[in-house]
């Protein structure tokens, strides 16, 4: 795959355009722009740019608004509930993570809900802003159709992400972010983009037989991570972020790349409590229980264990250095998009 | 296996018997005692009266406190910390669960950590009780070493189930309460009980070898569901329930089978809120949800998409009109506790 490289801060700028152009304001395009070049920093690259001609064209087809009037309900000192009005994702995430936060540090304890929204990137973007504050947080989204309940032969759940986030002490923030399917959709569309073929075991083609070519991935159903349980998890995300919210849920919320008949009415719930709500020496119990884990005896070849985020955290300071590597399919699209 | 059969009856009188004798009050005994029947009767056998015996000897050797006093300290409206004062872990959840229900009903919102606790059965079991009061709930708790971290050659998670309930509109919960390991940890231990093999691909032996020998496992390090992510899940169950909670952690709460050098010290978290929070129509979104995602097309044999807990309430419904089934050996246990 031919790729070219660019600045981050040239590319950057490129993209704030592109998003202002189709009509979203400074503050929207910015919020946008940051959580895609996040993604691309820490190589999550089926939520970067992969994603910006689909944006941009369910804006032009009116099934994101990019002008959205988001409501914020109060329901309590702790309980918040937005309707983002069909805003682009990463924009309601942005406000209720947000919203989230402040309530915590108000009660300690934060809950949010959004409905009327869109696919908002990577949930662990979200959870690392609530995590500097001193704040753990679980994150739940719901998403398109890929995986199949436990007897089912139809997709019908989201490969709908558990997201966990949590303090260390250190500037290395904890973060398990981890979709219930075998494999994220993102990198089986990346492989499907890019003619690769994905692993074994991890989807079957759309007549239930396995396969390890990413088209036919994506016409037939991801499998979950171990069976009835991984089934059970995905049903709960889907009961947490649409069922509760009053977004989508029970397999009705639109495939972003391929339909356009309306809205994908996304939804997502952020809780967030402060870390030292029952131990005031939180930051010193969390460093010592990764200590230890650390020091454990290593299988042979294991440099180090690795706890969620650290890789991740790694590769973003890595990457932040140097020019942003990107195939060229996706430059064309963002030369198409900006002209 | 020899088993003798039992009425519910005659058998409750004779554990709340046992537990008075070993120093339990009146309400303590009969809360441990309806939390094992409800074990044997849901078919949780690795969670019912095979731990009878165990749960003596604590008391015996000094390691279970039979005369608690629990602390109950009030954070705000919506949070609590409890300090079970190493009561059998039945007591101090049941006194968590009714709290977080408490603070929920006042506030939308409950969360409650605990800490000096032990073991206390299913997590099911409890959550059950606060989505009888239209509530959704998720539980943690930590456990005794069993899983290795990912890259690790030793075990030190738990099982560290989590347990998420969920309203259904009818009077069957949705209830998940799933161990990150391959198999549950009781399951084993009925398996060494009865000298009856376990799974492939569930366990290690103590050298790391594959094995089905069900006491070989117990000596050796269980598996997680789906490598990293499972590790990580348990990773978080250990932050949420021990870290936070001012539980032990990072591997040091004790096997309760063979390990009297002191209290578990367990830590559990509950957090509960209201499930119409957020839509007035909770209840017909749910059995809408539900509808949909039975009504898929099956794989073929099976008869019906079941929802997590449906077939734990079945088999408790059968199960509660008919005498209880226990195997000799632990009836031989009961007899001599009562001695």
């Known amino acids: 795959m031919e790729k070219v490289k660019l600045k981050t801060n040239i590319l950057k700028k490129e993209i704030i355009n592109i998003f202002k152009k189709f009509g979203l304001n400074n503050n929207h395009a910015l919020i946008s722009t940051n959580a895609l070049i996040n993604a691309e920093l820490v190589g999550a690259y089926g939520h970067g740019l992969s994603r910006l001609k689909m944006y941009c064209d369910r804006i032009s087809k009116k099934v994101i608004n990019p002008k959205p009037k988001i409501k914020i309900k109060k329901i309590s000192q702790s309980i918040s509930h937005i309707d983002a009005n069909n805003s682009i994702g990463f924009v ?195 460093k010592e229980n990764i200590k230890i884990i650390k020091r454990l005896p290593k299988i042979s070849g294991v440099k180090e264990i690795m706890y969620p985020g650290q890789n991740k955290f790694k590769r973003f300071k890595e990457n932040s250095k140097k020019e942003i590597n990107i195939p060229k399919i996706i430059k064309k699209d963002l030369e198409i998009l900006n002209s």
Chains 1, 2 share one sequence.
Request: hydrophobic residues 40%; proline residues 6%.
């Open 92 to 286: 309601a995430a942005d406000i209720a993570i947000k919203t989230a936060i402040h309530n915590a540090k108000k009660t300690g304890i934060g809950m949010v809900a959004v409905k009327n929204s869109g696919h908002y990137g990577l949930s662990g973007y979200y959870a690392e802003q609530a995590v500097k504050k001193n704040l753990i947080t679980m994150i739940y989204t719901n998403a398109p159709p890929a995986v199949a309940p436990h007897g089912a032969l139809k997709s019908l759940f989201g490969t709908n992400p558990i997201c966990f986030g949590a303090p260390t002490g250190s500037k290395v923030p904890f973060i398990l972010d981890t979709s219930i399917s075998m494999i994220n959709r993102g990198k089986i569309r990346v492989a499907a983009r890019n003619n690769k073929k994905i692993p074994e075991g991890v989807a079957l083609d759309k007549f239930g037989n396995p396969t390890t070519d990413a088209k036919k991935a994506l016409e037939g159903v991801q499998l979950p991570i171990a069976g009835f349980r991984g089934s059970g998890l995905a049903w709960m995300v889907d009961i947490l972020s649409g069922v509760l919210t009053g977004g989508n849920h029970a397999g009705k919320v639109k495939d972003p790349f391929n339909d356009f008949s309306g809205p994908q009415n996304i939804g997502h719930l952020f809780i967030t409590f402060k870390a030292n709500l029952f131990q005031k020496n939180y930051n010193q119990r969390i």
